[in-house]
């Protein structure tokens, strides 16, 4: 008689069946921890690019027995995956040892980088001791293009070096591009670039401003027509747009302010013990140093999460909210205000229903056209 045995997913899929699952108890199951915000880049988009001695900074950030701690409670409560990440997180002279301790704890470990202080030690200790995986933005495949969005000499080269010491030792890696204006005539290049290494690849052309509430950004970014053009090219975005538009088109009743799943199986920690439920909500924060993980979990977040809207904004009644990125987050770095909606985002949403759907239409236009 056979056997009958269970059958065998991959990590990513398990991962994903697992924050798919329904259940009336919420885990941190995925976290993330900015170990600074100083880079040795100065990339024209960039959210936080402080200096890579930024001395203010650097007295500020979390120490590694503060980052110990934390690790350690967020594993308490349940937390399997971590993303570290920064600014540059190579520039932390600790980095090997927050990183070995989050892999001694068991965690699943991912690391965002830029790649260009990577060097043959640092490579080999990741071939020993492997990350789930190694991201590196990749700016452009031309030397000319890369530096001009990192506007630093140099950076290129140490970047495609940074690539070839992880793929010599079969460390996970994959790559990714912000598209600005300073790179959009090299995406597919990039993107050819990155599968011939036999390598995942995204791109993402959505700017926030600076934390410091800089629009400095704004300045490359893309219009809202040639960012859903972007969509339309490439197969992948384009289906998995199709898919939201299917499943995801019309509007909500739900009354709260955060209708995303942030801070229900996830998390975000700042360089400076800040906890929020994402990366970009600097509007509600939970200062760790003065508290616990596990009261920023069970208390602090679900008050967050609980919090109502307080105006009837168009986005509450628009069909293609699903289309668009709008939250409060995103709102709050724009206008310091959690509701007013960004109209930059507008433009996208509409754009994409425009693309995927036909002639966009507010629902109250829709039926409109309906009665007559």
């Known amino acids: 008689m056979d056997c009958v045995g269970l059958p065998e997913i991959g990590l990513d899929q398990w991962v994903k069946d697992l924050f798919a699952q329904p259940g009336p108890e919420r885990l941190p199951l995925l976290g993330s921890l900015e170990l600074t915000y100083r880079c040795n880049l100065n990339c024209a988009q960039c959210y936080c690019n402080l200096p890579a001695g930024d001395v203010e900074a650097l007295s500020q950030e979390l120490t590694f027995d503060e980052v110990r701690d934390v690790i350690d409670q967020a594993a308490e409560e349940g937390c399997l995956w971590l993303l570290l990440t920064g600014g540059e ?40 001791w492997t990350p789930r995986r190694v991201e590196i933005t990749l700016h452009g495949v031309t030397r000319e293009t890369f530096e001009k969005v990192t506007r630093v000499a140099g950076s290129y080269d140490r970047c495609m070096r940074g690539i070839e010491l992880l793929l010599e030792r079969g460390v996970p890696l994959n790559l990714k591009t912000t598209v600005t204006r300073l790179n959009k005539h ?127 904004v168009e986005c509450r009644t628009c069909p293609a909210m699903s289309l668009c990125g709008q939250c409060p987050a995103w709102s709050y770095l724009e206008h310091r205000d959690l509701e007013t909606p960004v109209d930059y985002l507008c433009q996208v949403g509409r754009s994409r229903a425009e693309a995927f759907r036909g002639p966009y239409q507010t629902e109250e236009q829709a039926y409109e056209t309906a009665e007559s």
């Open 89 to 128: 997180l190579l520039l932390r002279s600790d980095f090997l040892d927050v990183y070995s301790h989050a892999k001694k704890r068991g965690l699943l470990v991912m690391l965002f980088t830029n790649g260009t202080l990577l060097n043959a030690d640092l490579a080999d200790y990741l071939a020993e």
């Open 186 to 312: 090299e995406l597919w290049a990039t993107k050819e670039y990155a599968e011939g290494l036999g390598v995942d690849y995204r791109f993402d052309a959505m700017l926030i401003p600076r934390l410091d509430g800089s629009k400095k950004p704004y300045e490359v970014r893309l219009t809202p027509q040639e960012l859903v053009g972007l969509d339309l090219q490439d197969p992948d975005r384009r289906r998995e747009l199709e898919r939201v538009c299917e499943k995801f088109w019309g509007t909500s009743s739900d009354d709260r302010l955060y209708v995303c799943g942030a801070g229900e199986r996830s998390f975000h920690i700042d360089p400076y013990g800040q906890l929020a439920l994402c990366m970009t909500n600097r509007a509600h924060l939970y200062d760790l140093r003065d508290g616990s993980f596990r009261a920023a979990w069970r208390d602090f977040i679900p008050a967050v999460r609980s919090l109502k809207a307080k105006r009837a």
